[in-house]
């Protein structure tokens, strides 16, 4: 059974740069999408953006500047950068998986959540 | 970017009522819709996907029917661990969109 965990700085200050890691157990990261998605508190859910074995990446718009998406398929693991952190980012961030591989799809499979909080 | 309209905002109910979830797309996604249950303190879990089929483990009382821009998520009869927020997303486009989420409340 395919698992998600992740882990990184739950702490930042403002202009700082936020890096999560994401690892796969249980299975490969081929073929599927892997995406990142923020939720900030008492708020709804928001897609960051999604990467494939390959590295080729989808960003939302709205974040694009500030977002970079890698994976490394040697650690079977894929990460999250989004630079110049603000309060406004200050979210629980989840890594998850696309259900089908090889298309923007539904995500079925969700990493645990790290919180994460930009203040002074 | 494709907006997700839910409606409503929260929702008071009973144990066994059935309950009806609305989800607006502002341009049409053809089937391309999921569905998600977050309980607080947790991820989200995916119910139903491409607008009506239901995920592997998840309960039959859940449903969901539409395509083009107007989509419905119901339970048919509420159970106690339903008490929950629900989300809709659409993959129509390669940018990802959520609606704003329904809270099921206990009446």
């Known amino acids: 059974q395919v698992q998600l965990r992740q882990w990184g700085a739950g702490l930042l200050k403002p202009s700082e740069t936020l890096s999560l890691t994401c690892a796969v157990y249980?299975?490969?990261?081929?073929?599927?999408?892997w995406s990142w998605i923020r939720q900030p508190p008492g708020k709804g859910l928001e897609w960051i953006g999604e990467i494939n074995h390959s590295g080729s990446t989808s960003y939302n718009p709205s974040l694009k500047s500030r977002v970079t998406i890698s994976v490394d398929t040697s650690k079977n693991q894929f990460s999250l950068k989004l630079n110049s952190m603000t309060a406004a980012d200050t979210a629980v961030y989840y890594c998850?998986?696309?259900?089908?591989?090889?298309?923007?799809?539904?995500?079925?499979?969700w990493g645990q959540g790290t919180m994460v909080t930009v203040s002074s | 970017d494709i907006q997700m309209t839910q409606s409503p905002s929260t929702l008071s109910a009973s144990v066994g009522d059935r309950v009806t979830i609305t989800c607006r797309a502002s341009q049409s996604i053809s089937s391309w819709l999921a569905w998600y249950q977050q309980k607080p303190g947790k991820a989200p879990n995916l119910l139903i996907y491409k607008a009506s089929s239901l995920e592997s483990g998840v309960p039959s009382r859940f449903s969901g029917s539409g395509s083009g821009t107007e989509f419905t998520l119901t339970i048919s009869s509420l159970q106690p661990d339903d008490f929950a927020t629900y989300y809709c997303?659409?993959?129509?486009?390669?940018?990802?969109?959520f609606g704003q989420g329904t809270r099921v409340e206990i009446k």
């Open positions: 997303q659409q993959y129509n486009s390669y940018s990802r969109t």
């Open positions: 249980g299975g490969s990261l081929s073929g599927y999408y």
């Open positions: 998850a998986r696309g259900r089908i591989p090889g298309y923007p799809t539904a995500f079925d499979i």
